[in-house]
């Protein structure tokens, strides 16, 4: 489990949605982009709403996925906290 590779996409998640509310939050701006460009600034804000939720889904995938040969574990919300509980239990016992 890399508890550092969750807050990395934490991280991203939390800038792309400054992004998107700073681009596409104030109408004044909307309407700007729209008036210069919006064939490109419609597709902007479809790309970064496409790439905010998959990364959304991905940290709501389950903790692990059955593949050929065994378990692997997902990197996911769900994941880290198994994560984390596995490792306060080992630290309580012992």
């Not at 709501?60 to 906290?81: C, F, H, Q, W, Y």
Request: hydrophobic share 45%; with cysteine.
């Amino acid at each position: 489990m890399d508890v550092k590779h969750i807050k990395f996409l934490l991280d991203e998640i939390s800038k792309d949605v400054t992004l998107y509310s700073e681009i596409y939050g104030p109408q004044e701006s909307v309407d700007i982009l729209n008036e210069f460009n919006g064939f490109v600034f419609g597709r902007l804000q479809f790309c970064l709403s496409e790439r905010m939720f998959m990364a959304f889904a991905r940290l709501m995938d389950p903790a692990d996925t059955r593949v050929k040969g065994g378990i692997s574990e997902n990197l996911s919300l769900l994941s880290g906290v198994n994560y984390l509980v596995r490792s306060a239990t080992t630290m309580m016992a012992g």
